[in-house]
């Protein structure tokens, strides 16, 4: 499903278009993608954003209306109100 630019969420897709949060660690600490990676990646790719590089090459981003990414939205028809003896 498409992510817009001004997403509020704090899933890694929704900063496409304003990757700054990046650099508070807080933040990618609360996205487990980060804790995959090898050691020094994280670091790497904090250096290559702080230094405007990552504008050179995806700078459009920051633009484009919405994102089509990995994130899928999935429904299931299971209940609409809770079972009884439950608020």
Same mark, same amino acid.
């Given at each position: 499903?498409? /992510?817009?630019?001004?997403?509020?969420?704090?899933? &890694?897709?929704?900063?496409?278009?304003?990757?700054?949060?990046?650099?508070?660690?807080?933040? #990618?600490?609360?996205?487990?993608?980060?804790?995959?990676?090898?050691?020094?990646?994280?670091? #790497?790719?904090?250096? /290559?954003?702080?230094?405007?590089?990552?504008?050179?090459?995806?700078?459009?981003? #920051? &633009?484009?209306?919405?994102?089509?990414?990995?994130?899928?939205?999935?429904?299931?028809?299971?209940?609409? &109100?809770?079972?009884?003896? #439950?608020?």
């Amino acid at each position: 499903m498409p /992510v817009p630019a001004d997403c509020a969420d704090g899933f &890694t897709e929704a900063y496409y278009a304003r990757p700054e949060p990046f650099l508070d660690p807080a933040v #990618r600490l609360a996205q487990s993608a980060w804790g995959f990676l090898e050691p020094g990646v994280a670091e #790497r790719a904090m250096e /290559v954003l702080a230094s405007g590089a990552r504008d050179e090459k995806y700078g459009q981003l #920051r &633009t484009q209306p919405q994102f089509h990414g990995a994130i899928r939205l999935i429904v299931s028809p299971g209940r609409l &109100t809770a079972p009884s003896g #439950r608020g």
